[in-house]
């Protein structure tokens, strides 16, 4: 499967359902970086009508799960992936459309390439974090990822 923001749309509807009944959606995939969008609506707000934490979340361990899996893709390799641990902050209410932003590709080529060359799991730590439509950051997420390459 080619990775594209519309390979990954049909993809979270088969795996990830949570994710995209509550609208979250990769708008921008490429070595570099990966670009998720979710917007509030009536399936992911608290009652405090903002976004639910979980729903910020799910939009920004795709931009960085998708990352992985673009470069997975992109270098031919099979391997494992598994969030292992992550933090979070979260600076202001979430309203709006929400865009979450991991610009870490090479590390994750990298991380790749450090499996292949010892044929055992790295951890890398991936960060995204979350603006709002007037460029102010809603909350910062960072998950550390295992990889482990399939022989």
Not at 74 to 91: D, P, Q, Y
Not at 109 to 127: F, M, V
Request: aromatic share 10%; charged share 20%; proline share 3%.
């Amino acid at each position: 499967m080619r990775i594209t923001p519309s390979s990954i749309k049909y993809y979270t509807l088969f795996k990830l359902p949570a994710a995209y009944f509550t609208g979250v959606r990769v708008r921008s995939i490429d070595e570099k970086q990966c670009t998720v969008r979710v917007r509030l609506n009536f399936m992911n707000k608290n009652p405090f009508r903002s976004m639910f934490w979980a729903v910020q979340g799910m939009a920004a361990e795709l931009s960085t799960g998708a990352l992985i899996m673009h470069a997975l893709h992109g270098s031919n390799t099979k391997a494992s992936m598994l969030v292992i641990e992550n933090k979070a902050r979260f600076s202001k209410k979430a309203v709006g459309r929400i865009n979450f932003s991991c610009n870490q590709g090479e590390a994750v080529l990298n991380a790749i390439h450090a499996a292949k060359e010892a044929n055992a799991p790295q951890q890398l730590w991936l960060h995204a974090n979350g603006y709002d439509e007037a460029g102010e950051e809603v909350s910062s997420f960072s998950f550390l990822w295992t990889i482990k390459v399939k022989n």
